[in-house]
């Protein structure tokens, strides 16, 4: 037992400080461990207040995430009108857009003396694009910039999924030190584009009317059908089906000092219903983009960037059954008990999609009596570096309420942020904790 733990606890915060500078999209919950929803990002999450937890269904959990790298939305749309140029010149090199969440359908957590049984249904979704700067420039101003020059296309890339998950989770306690957590789930696909192979250029002739590229590019689907269409089996995703794992490990340093790993969202999905691919590989050439100089899109010359881009793109189409892998998450959590009541913590963490997206948050968590736990942090995220988060947990008989977010100024102005994430929800508790998992 003594040599497994070792080889766990290497391999775990191994790939945790691999990783340690980056984060994942959840930064508050995990410091809310009364909430049992606590142990999706956090395995080894425990809480005194209750012995079993139920997730009502469909308002025991509903997450939101939002993630733009690139702008402000009130930064592109101002007075009604959409103007990129404000944008456009502080782009990076690649840039993302992310949008997310899930919502439990139903969550049972039983709590034992040494060890801690979770099962849970959820839906969840998420939509991923990233693009280049010159992607954007194009688009907007056309090519007479990129006289003599090559676009740089390399990359750009769009994901979407959306599945079914049945989790089964056990957090066992080791000794009084440490304690491991590992949660298998059964993954049902509903929805999914993949971007698998992105090679593409533009180059634009020096008088700036002609272009010539080359294109490598395959997207795969599955479930993108017309709503005549639809039967049983795709509301239950049973012909796209995978496997996923989740694990971590916490371990304490003293009576006032543990530190936690978790590395989730490792698996795939292997989608074989209503597939339909799409396969681009060759040489073009053609007429260039022209656009309007304008600031008001409607103006954009629409049909010429239609006609130009039915050019490039010449897939070929075929039904071939595919893997789509999700996104994995790895985190580093500290935590000291300054008194009794009060706690402080730290966090990094990490997940990637081609390229990583990272955070960092400090925080403190009080909790009053059996019905308040709070927290508050502070979370730095890429090219956004001022982020106050919160959460709270309020208890009253057998219900229990919740809120966190990473994020309180996107509750009140939710267009002038760059970064986004909640969680609300209600649970049914029941029981007291057996003493010995204190």
Same mark, same amino acid.
């Given at each position: 037992?003594?040599?497994?733990?070792?080889?766990?606890?290497?391999?775990?915060?191994?790939?945790?400080?691999?990783?340690?500078?980056?984060?994942?999209?959840?930064?508050?919950?995990?410091?809310?461990?009364?909430?049992?929803?606590?142990?999706?990002?956090?395995?080894?999450?425990?809480?005194?207040?209750?012995?079993?937890? @139920?997730?009502?269904?469909?308002?025991?959990?509903?997450?939101?995430?939002?993630?733009?790298?690139?702008?402000?939305?009130?930064?592109?749309?101002?007075?009604?009108?959409?103007?990129?140029?404000?944008?456009?010149?502080?782009?990076?090199?690649?840039?993302?857009?992310?949008? !997310?969440?899930?919502?439990?359908?139903?969550?049972?957590?039983?709590?034992?003396?040494?060890?801690?049984?979770?099962? %849970?249904? +959820?839906?969840?979704?998420?939509?991923?694009?990233?693009?280049?700067?010159?992607?954007?420039?194009?688009?907007?101003?056309?090519?007479?910039?990129?006289?003599?020059?090559?676009?740089?296309?390399?990359?750009?890339?769009?994901? =979407?999924?959306?599945?079914?998950?049945?989790?089964?989770? @056990?957090?066992?306690?080791?000794?009084?030190?440490?304690?491991?957590?590992? +949660?298998?789930?059964?993954?049902?696909?509903?929805?999914?584009?993949?971007?698998?192979?992105?090679?593409?250029?533009?180059?634009?002739?020096?008088? !700036?009317?002609?272009?010539?590229?080359?294109?490598?590019?395959?997207?795969?689907?599955? !479930?993108?059908?017309?709503?005549?269409?639809?039967?049983?089996?795709?509301?239950?995703?049973?012909?796209?089906?995978?496997?996923?794992?989740?694990?971590?490990?916490?371990?304490?340093?003293?009576?006032?000092? %543990?530190?936690?790993?978790?590395?989730?969202?490792?698996?795939?999905?292997?989608?074989?219903?209503?597939?339909?691919?799409? +396969?681009?590989?060759?040489?073009?050439?053609?007429?260039?983009?022209?656009?309007?100089? %304008?600031?008001?899109?409607?103006?954009?010359?629409?049909?010429?960037?239609?006609? %130009?881009?039915?050019?490039?793109?010449?897939?070929?189409?075929?039904?071939?059954?595919?893997?789509?892998?999700?996104?994995?998450?790895?985190?580093?959590?500290?935590?000291?008990?300054?008194?009794?009541?009060?706690?402080?913590?730290?966090?990094?963490?990490?997940?990637?999609?081609?390229?990583?997206?990272?955070?960092?948050? @400090?925080?403190?968590?009080?909790?009053?009596?059996?019905?308040?736990?709070?927290?508050?942090?502070?979370?730095?995220?890429?090219?956004?570096?001022?982020?106050?988060?919160?959460?709270? =947990?309020?208890?009253?008989?057998?219900?229990?309420?919740?809120?966190?977010?990473?994020?309180?100024?996107?509750?009140?102005?939710?267009?002038?942020?760059?970064?986004?994430?909640?969680?609300? !929800?209600?649970?049914?508790?029941?029981?007291?904790?057996?003493?010995?998992?204190?």
């Amino acid at each position: 037992m003594l040599v497994f733990k070792n080889i766990i606890l290497g391999i775990l915060f191994t790939v945790c400080g691999m990783f340690s500078l980056y984060a994942q999209h959840e930064m508050t919950l995990p410091s809310l461990s009364w909430v049992p929803q606590a142990s999706y990002t956090d395995l080894t999450a425990q809480n005194d207040q209750y012995k079993t937890s @139920v997730s009502v269904p469909v308002i025991g959990s509903l997450q939101l995430n939002y993630f733009n790298s690139g702008f402000k939305y009130n930064t592109l749309v101002q007075n009604n009108t959409i103007d990129p140029n404000n944008v456009i010149p502080k782009l990076k090199k690649y840039n993302q857009l992310y949008t !997310g969440g899930s919502v439990d359908l139903f969550a049972l957590r039983i709590q034992k003396k040494n060890a801690t049984i979770q099962v %849970s249904l +959820r839906d969840v979704w998420t939509q991923r694009f990233v693009y280049t700067k010159d992607l954007a420039d194009i688009i907007w101003n056309g090519n007479a910039s990129f006289a003599g020059n090559s676009v740089h296309l390399n990359n750009v890339r769009f994901a =979407a999924n959306y599945y079914r998950e049945l989790g089964v989770a @056990v957090t066992k306690k080791i000794n009084d030190k440490f304690s491991v957590g590992v +949660r298998g789930k059964f993954l049902m696909g509903l929805t999914n584009v993949t971007t698998q192979q992105s090679k593409n250029s533009l180059y634009t002739d020096p008088n !700036g009317l002609y272009l010539n590229g080359h294109s490598e590019f395959t997207m795969l689907t599955s !479930g993108l059908i017309n709503a005549d269409q639809v039967n049983a089996s795709d509301l239950l995703g049973l012909k796209n089906l995978g496997a996923g794992l989740d694990i971590g490990a916490r371990y304490k340093l003293n009576d006032k000092i %543990s530190i936690a790993c978790n590395v989730n969202n490792i698996g795939f999905i292997h989608w074989k219903q209503h597939v339909q691919n799409y +396969r681009v590989n060759g040489d073009y050439n053609y007429t260039g983009i022209v656009m309007k100089d %304008s600031a008001n899109i409607v103006n954009a010359d629409w049909q010429n960037i239609g006609d %130009s881009l039915q050019n490039i793109f010449k897939p070929k189409k075929d039904t071939k059954a595919y893997n789509s892998w999700l996104t994995p998450s790895v985190y580093l959590n500290g935590n000291y008990i300054v008194k009794e009541d009060l706690s402080v913590y730290a966090s990094v963490a990490m997940d990637f999609y081609h390229s990583v997206r990272g955070a960092l948050t @400090v925080g403190a968590t009080q909790t009053i009596g059996k019905t308040i736990q709070a927290t508050l942090n502070y979370t730095i995220t890429p090219n956004n570096y001022f982020n106050i988060g919160t959460g709270i =947990a309020l208890r009253g008989g057998p219900i229990q309420m919740y809120l966190a977010t990473d994020n309180i100024v996107a509750l009140f102005d939710p267009y002038a942020v760059k970064y986004f994430n909640m969680r609300l !929800g209600m649970n049914l508790i029941f029981g007291k904790v057996d003493k010995e998992i204190n």
